[in-house]
């Protein structure tokens, strides 16, 4: 496995440029087993393992996969399977999406149940209740669900909780099933308004996407399209705090300030200089935090992808903050490897209380997910001295050459192999 050697303590300055979403991609990639015509989506991150787990998983169901740069083209090779391979989907959870177009083209799919994972156990009932409120019919087999259902019907859902994964997947079925749906209590992440934004372009009638309530009016014939993917804003967020962590200037290039909203409010209020640029955003940040207290919360909320980054950068506040995570149940570990660099954290139930300390130092830790390991090697930047990140294929899941992008903007990073 490998791991990354980084030499702390050296602000970011400099130019960056946000690579295109990873949680916009990976759905509108799924959402081409809608058509059998070519699609070309651009702005693609190409290099994340998730997005290459998500390509394969389309060639595994009988799509033809063409890169080029970072445009990804798909086409049908003929007819497409409707049983997704478990080896994948435990690599990836969001490879369920692929139930939604499937059923509602082909009337069966067969999907295996995405286990937990480190951050906690999200659980895909939002999902099968939607499927089962269209007509579905679903049956448990040996660690599969099989969903079938001869034609989806339109109906009007309403989500117990605004999941995001639940809202595209039943955005895609809709959109081949014949009249309106309707989805109340949707997730309203920029992702969603970007995923209507393509199955729009696919034929498909979809207002709404963005708030609260989506509807889809869908036609059983959809049509090829190209369509560009949205920055991604966990990136750019990321990003602004390693600026802020390291008492850096950083420009980010592509970066979109309105979907940024919560985190920036809350940087300003820690002492950060944000302004918006001529296609981006620039950070400015010199000396110690003010102490911000966060409660992540689903968009417009404080982003729980950013939670771990934010409290590397609280760890050297001027005072006690705090920070309260109510999206998921398990999302504190990387507090305890914060605590070998000599952060002062403790965790009780679903808040962490963080003393700020005048300085953090390096020491071997280890990632447990994508925004732990985000989180951490903004640690490991701002830290004085040498620190060893392991683990760092979780980093590679959810960023683009993160190494290569730092190193421009000063930082001494490398990487190498176990």
């Known amino acids: ?22 949680n916009a991609a990976l759905p509108i990639l799924i ?75 082909f009337g069966l799919v067969r999907v295996p149940i995405p286990g937990g994972c480190a951050i906690g156990l999200r659980p895909i009932d939002i999902h099968l209740q939607g499927f089962a409120d269209m007509g579905a019919r679903r049956i448990a087999d040996h660690g599969d669900i099989i969903l079938s259902a001869p034609a989806l019907k339109p109906r009007r859902l309403r989500f117990t909780f605004p999941s995001v994964g639940a809202t595209e997947n039943l955005m895609m079925a809709a959109c081949a099933v014949s009249g309106l749906t309707v989805i109340q209590n949707a997730a309203c992440e920029p992702e ?82 944000i302004k918006a640029i001529a296609g981006g955003l620039q950070i400015s940040m010199t000396g110690r935090p003010r102490a911000v207290a966060v ?41 305890a490897e914060l605590a070998r660099m000599g952060a002062q954290i403790g965790v009780g139930g679903n808040n962490a209380i963080i003393t700020g300390v005048a300085q953090l130092h390096g020491a071997p830790i280890m990632a447990s997910d994508i925004r732990a390991g985000a989180g951490l090697l903004i640690a490991a930047l701002a830290a004085h001295g040498r620190t060893v990140l392991q683990r760092v294929y979780h980093i590679d899941r959810g960023y683009e050459r993160v190494e290569f992008k730092l190193r421009r903007v000063g930082a001494r990073i490398r990487r190498v192999k176990r």
């Open 1 to 22: 496995m490998d791991q990354f050697i980084i030499e702390g303590a050296r602000p970011l300055r400099g130019s960056v440029r946000v690579s295109g979403s990873k």
């Open 31 to 105: 959402a081409t087993l809608l058509t059998d015509d070519p699609c070309v989506i651009d702005n693609v991150p190409v290099l994340l393992r998730d997005i290459r787990t998500t390509l394969r998983l389309l060639e595994s169901l009988g799509k033809k996969v063409e890169l080029r740069g970072n445009s990804v083209r798909v086409t049908s090779k003929g007819s497409l399977k409707t049983q997704a391979p478990y080896d994948l989907v435990k690599q990836m959870r969001a490879s369920v999406l692929a139930a939604g177009p499937l059923l509602a083209r």
């Open 192 to 273: 969603i308004e970007d995923l209507g934004r393509f199955l729009n372009r696919l034929g498909a009638h979809v207002s709404g996407a963005g708030t609260p309530v989506v509807k889809i009016r869908g036609t059983l014939r959809l049509k090829g399209c190209r369509h560009c993917v949205i920055p991604d804003r966990i990136e750019a967020g990321t990003f602004l705090l390693a600026a802020a962590a390291t008492r850096g200037n950083l420009r980010l290039l592509g970066a979109e300030g309105r979907h940024l909203g919560a985190l920036i409010d809350k940087m300003r209020s820690g002492g950060a200089l």
């Open 295 to 335: 409660d992540t919360a689903p968009y417009p909320g404080f982003p729980t992808d950013l939670q771990a980054p934010w409290m590397s950068w609280m760890c050297s506040a001027q005072g006690r903050s705090r920070v309260k995570e109510t999206v998921f149940e398990n999302r504190f570990l990387h507090s």
